[in-house]
């Protein structure tokens, strides 16, 4: 079956770092591209970071310079790497995979093109 397994959350002081991770199984991961949605409670889920077909990333702008998206295509996972952590990154990190030809960077963000989803990964950041 389809799994998309995120990994890599905790609790870090602001300023600080982590690295998510998901690992994707159960569908042909080329015919895909990925990204990092995050909800906090009363709150829409917002896209975070995401790849584009053309290989190019998005990312949200409060994000922007701190944070960098990646993946390992053999290993079939995907990376959030996040830098100069501050508290209002505080949520709930899910990753997510659409299919490569709703992809554009025009959609980064649409969270209904998104087909697939992890079950997320707590990020709490503390001043």
Excluded: H
């Amino acid at each position: 079956q389809v799994q998309l397994v995120e990994s890599g959350g905790g609790s870090v002081q602001s300023g600080g770092s982590l690295r998510l991770a998901c690992a994707a199984s159960g569908y042909a991961y080329s015919n895909y591209r990925m990204g990092w949605f995050r909800q906090t409670p009363g709150k829409e889920r917002e896209g975070v970071a995401s790849i584009n077909a053309d290989g190019s990333a998005s990312y949200v702008d409060s994000v922007q310079g701190r944070f960098a998206i990646s993946q390992d295509n053999a290993k079939k996972t995907l990376y959030l790497q996040m830098n100069s952590l501050k508290v209002e990154d505080t949520a709930m990190y899910y990753c997510a995979a659409r299919p490569y030809s709703y992809s554009s960077s025009a959609n980064a963000f649409v969270r209904r093109v998104y087909t697939k989803w992890g079950q997320g990964t707590q990020v709490t950041v503390s001043s």
